[in-house]
């Protein structure tokens, strides 16, 4: 690669390490902060050179979908792609107080590892939304428990489902696996006690063949209410 390729290079601080982002392509499209949605295309390797995981070994699989900013993924992404363009590829290298620290990942990534990733954005999900309630304490990051009431809705107003009509709110861990990013998005940066009304568009609803519950091709309104949030 010609070093005129390398369009920017920066390194961020961190408690004596540095994660270094160097932008080989700048994309033109919506650029990406906290609460958003990135749709990404990703290799990871060690810094030996060997592969650990890759949207590449996935043929046929969608893109990796996660919210920014929600603590779901290594800190070094978290901050590292901050400010990142759609269509735009960076390269991060991690270090390990940034990565998986002292932790092992399998057999594939010692302890201590520092990692390198390059990635590339394909696209950016966001959902609008409305606070009708302020909340109070820290807003929800990755690992917390939380407990939410909502009622969903078509565009039409219809109800779809409700956790009022058991009176019991529903509970799960941020970030866990099997539920829709787009969910995580809705409830990015809410506190307890918080209420807000957020619009998911049809492009980006998990409605499927299957759940015949949830209408296909339509808006969705989510009305959310932070019961709880704990560790």
């Known amino acids: 690669m010609l070093l005129t390729s390398v369009l920017l290079a920066s390194a961020l601080l961190h408690g004596g390490q540095k994660l270094q982002v160097t932008d080989l392509k700048v994309g033109s499209g919506d650029t990406a902060k906290n609460g958003d949605v990135l749709v990404m295309n990703y290799t990871g390797k060690l810094t030996s050179g060997k592969v650990f995981d890759s949207t590449d070994l996935h043929p046929g699989k969608e893109p990796f979908k996660f919210v920014l900013g929600l603590g779901v993924v290594v800190k070094g992404w978290d901050q590292g792609l901050v400010g ?16 998986y620290g002292q932790r092992a990942m399998g057999a594939d990534i010692p302890a201590n590892s520092t990692l390198v990733f390059d990635v590339e954005l394909k696209g950016i999900e966001r959902l609008p939304h409305q606070t009708t309630k302020a909340g109070s304490g820290p807003a929800i990051k990755g690992g917390d428990t ?3 009431h909502f009622i969903l809705k078509d565009k039409g107003g219809k109800q779809i489902e409700s956790t009022y009509e058991h009176e019991q ?12 990013e787009v969910i995580w998005a809705a409830v990015f940066g ?16 998990f409605a499927t063949p299957q759940n015949t519950k949830i209408p296909m ?3 969705l309104v989510f009305n959310l209410e932070m019961v709880k949030v704990g560790q």
């Open 169 to 180: 709110p529903a509970t799960m861990r941020v970030g866990q696996q099997g539920v829709p």
């Open 190 to 205: 809410m506190k307890q006690g918080e209420k807000r009304n957020c619009t998911i568009p049809a492009k980006y609803s």
């Open 146 to 148: 939380i407990q939410l």
């Open 217 to 219: 091709n339509t808006d």
């Open 84 to 99: 990142m363009k759609v269509g735009g590829k960076r390269h991060l290298i991690i270090p390990p107080a940034l990565g």
